[in-house]
């Protein structure tokens, strides 16, 4: 069975092999162990079997926005139902802290539609997030596409 749950610290290292396998691919961006521990609060794992199957994490930039990063499902667990699930999860914390909205800068078009999100303009995104995007290593030439979803 899957569970999904917030991340704890001995999870760290898989999380970290995760994430940055796809990292390597180009498909989303690094994290470092320490980036992982410092934001174990907002990280949700999907477990089964004690192995870490997916990753998805909640930055809030302001009071009415939030992003979700670092979405990854392992390459053997995927169409399971996995992705969506952990979207599922941080909609939720969204919801319950009080944010009305909930951004993805993404690759992954259709599968954040299934999970509820439009394609919007980056131009519609305000200004904290250019400002986070700074140290972005894709910056200033990010090709990703700007998704939303309404939380409240
Ligand atoms: C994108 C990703 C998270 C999807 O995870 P997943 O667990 O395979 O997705 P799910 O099984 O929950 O799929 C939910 C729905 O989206 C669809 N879907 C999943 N990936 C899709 C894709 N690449 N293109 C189109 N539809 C997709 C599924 O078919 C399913 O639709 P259904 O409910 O009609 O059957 C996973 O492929 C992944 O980790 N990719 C590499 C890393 C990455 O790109 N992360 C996103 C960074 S923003």
Redesign the pocket.
Known sequence: MIEVRKAVLKDVEQVFELVNQ?ANEG??LPRTRDSLVLNLQSIFVAEEEGEIL?IASLAILGHDLAEIRS???SEK?????????LVARVVEETKKIGIPKLI?????V??FE??GFKVIQKTEMPQKVWTDCIHCPKFPSCDEIAMAIQTA
């Open positions: 796809y498909l989303m997916g979405l990854a499902v667990a995927k169409g399971r139902g996995i992705g969506r699930m993805s800068l993404t690759y992954q259709a599968f299934k999970c």
